[in-house]
């Protein structure tokens, strides 16, 4: 790759916080700035140079802070704007960079604007959201929100509906005003002028859309108002920019990220974490995952974006459950599967992401009452189900597996009182397995998840084939065994997974003549017979094989 090509994001691992979720500094339960503050150098030890910051604007919470009243003001109980400006200074005095939330599909209800536009027709800020006259007395059209019901909300003082993808308090700005979208740049650069290192731009191939010809994603103007936003905000700034786009293909995905359209850094795609639904079906409808399944769909977003795009690498979020319980097996092998999905995913092409406890190989909660799951998705859903005639049994076990939730209980930092989070009494209830899984004893524990994940950074951040190489997939047909090549030059890496717990094996062609060695293993006596390897439970090598220097 040439040098002009290369972006310093191409080498960093991004570290995901979840404000609310992270570290209580004051007492009142919920995570504030202050403690991103206080366990950055935490973050840093780690490896990771990035932290991606979910949203701490003023709202009011409907949807854990994606629901913004005021773009320009920090919600109270996370903090002050002093509190921010320094998160940002300290973070450049450790060479690290933040990079915040921008969720401009909607806003929340509170916000000035909505506030405004719902007073007449005839209001200014009217038009910055998406209105329709009712038809037959009900609403404009059958478009759902993606929180269950409809996603048409009706206002009687106007006698329109409007639209809201989300909740009914988070109503969908409307991207074809010219004026909101210049409110937007305004807002954007008021960030960037602060100093933020980039934006995580939430569900973001939604702004295109078209409601009276039912296009939510993907709309046929999406592409011109990202171009637009590039040119007027970030563009020339070397920000790392990603966009959430769960409707995204292989063919459009190049379109967000290839460096001369000037869109986007990278975009997340969720194709590979919707492999365990039934087709057709919603995320709570379960199958089991066929890794076959898992390598196509990884290895064609590895192909399709090797010359003309990047690749994000991720398996956690604050959307996604714990990966760990999910592909990996969070009881007997926790260790061994959570560093096997680490070593699977840090050693593609792309820039790999971390959400917090990860690193820890945190898990899901299965809480016992439905009360205890407080995402408002999982409650809407709960009552859906309910209503269409599911079994309570059956609901819990889909959220047990599935429910957002599971990624937002409080950052487990140690054994003590509500897992070293808060002194007071947290906001949502605590995985109960903290006494055994949490920071200070994997740092205290040489063999931990911790310091493999940190072995990983620092072998990929030096390592130009873990970076650059070209992806080649092996095996495509083998049902327990994840392997690839990487490429790069004359040099070539070779990544082994075994996915299951159960003994497989696995050969590879090398010369007599070739060097091979292990770069990271999750067993410490992992073989370096390649040619005949014996995999054991949950297995995962990095081998770097140097053709013709063998002794």
Not at 131 to 159: C, I, Q
Not at 302 to 324: M, T
Not at 438 to 463: G, M, P, W
Request: aromatic share 14%; glycine share 6%.
């Amino acid at each position: 790759m040439l040098d002009k090509q290369r972006k310093w994001w191409h080498k960093s691992v991004i570290y995901q916080v979840y404000p609310r979720s992270f570290y209580d500094t004051n007492g009142d339960g919920i995570g504030d700035i202050k403690g991103i503050i206080q366990k950055i150098d935490y973050i840093k030890d780690l490896g990771a140079d990035v932290i991606w910051l979910s949203p701490v604007y003023q709202s009011p919470n409907v949807d854990n802070g994606y629901d913004i009243s005021d773009y320009y003001s920090i919600l109270p109980e996370f903090g002050t704007m002093e509190d921010m400006d320094k998160l940002l200074l300290e973070s450049q005095k450790r060479e690290m960079r933040i990079i915040i939330d921008l969720v401009v599909n909607h806003t929340s209800d509170q916000h000035k604007w909505f506030q405004e536009a719902k007073k007449s027709k005839n209001n200014p800020y009217r038009d910055y959201y998406i209105w329709r006259d009712p038809v037959d007395g009900r609403e404009p059209n059958e478009l759902k929100s993606n929180f269950g019901g409809s996603a048409w909300e009706f206002d009687e003082h106007t006698n329109q509906y409007y639209l809201h993808f989300y909740s009914k308090e988070q109503p969908d700005l409307n991207w074809g005003n010219k004026q909101m979208r210049q409110s937007i740049w305004n807002m954007m650069n008021f960030w960037i002028n602060k100093g933020i290192g980039g934006f995580r731009m939430d569900v973001i191939d939604l702004i295109g859309k078209e409601p009276d010809k039912l296009i939510k994603e993907n709309g046929p103007k999406l592409h011109e108002y990202l171009q637009e936003m590039n040119k007027f905000t970030f563009g020339g700034k070397d920000l790392l920019t990603v966009g959430e786009t769960w409707g995204a293909t292989t063919a459009n995905g190049k379109l967000y990220s290839d460096p001369k359209r000037n869109e986007l850094s990278m975009i997340f795609q969720f194709e590979h974490m919707q492999l365990d639904k039934m087709k057709g079906k919603q995320r709570w409808d379960l199958k089991k995952l066929d890794l076959r399944e898992l390598k196509q769909v990884l290895s064609k977003w590895q192909y399709a974006l090797d010359k003309e795009g990047w690749n994000s690498l991720f398996w956690n979020n604050h959307d996604l459950p714990r990966i760990v319980s999910r592909w990996g097996n969070d009881r007997e092998y926790r260790v061994q599967s959570a560093k096997m999905l680490a070593t699977l995913l840090h050693g593609m092409k792309g820039t790999p992401y971390i959400y917090q406890g990860e690193e820890i190989g945190m898990t899901n909660a299965t809480f016992d009452s439905v009360e205890d799951y407080l995402d408002i998705e999982t409650q809407n859903i709960y009552r859906e189900r309910i209503e269409a005639g599911f079994k309570k049994e059956e609901i819990m076990k889909a959220f047990y597996m599935k429910a957002r939730d599971n990624a937002r209980t409080p950052m487990q930092w140690s054994a003590d009182k509500n897992a070293g989070f808060t002194t007071g009494s947290p906001w949502m209830k605590l995985n109960s397995n903290y006494t055994q899984i949490n920071v200070e004893s994997a740092i205290k524990d040489s063999n931990s998840i911790f310091y493999y994940y940190q072995k990983l950074i620092h072998i990929r951040k030096n390592n130009e084939n873990l970076i650059y190489g070209t992806y080649c997939l092996l095996d495509p047909e083998d049902e327990s065994i994840y392997a690839y090549e990487r490429i790069f030059e004359d040099k070539k890496l070779l990544i082994v997974c075994n996915f299951y717990d159960q003994e497989r094996s696995f050969k590879f062609p090398v010369s007599s003549k070739d060097k091979v060695q292990i770069l990271i293993s999750n067993y410490d006596d992992s073989s370096l017979n390649v040619q005949n390897l014996q995999l054991r439970p949950y297995e995962a090598m990095i081998y770097e094989i140097i053709e013709g220097e063998a002794k």
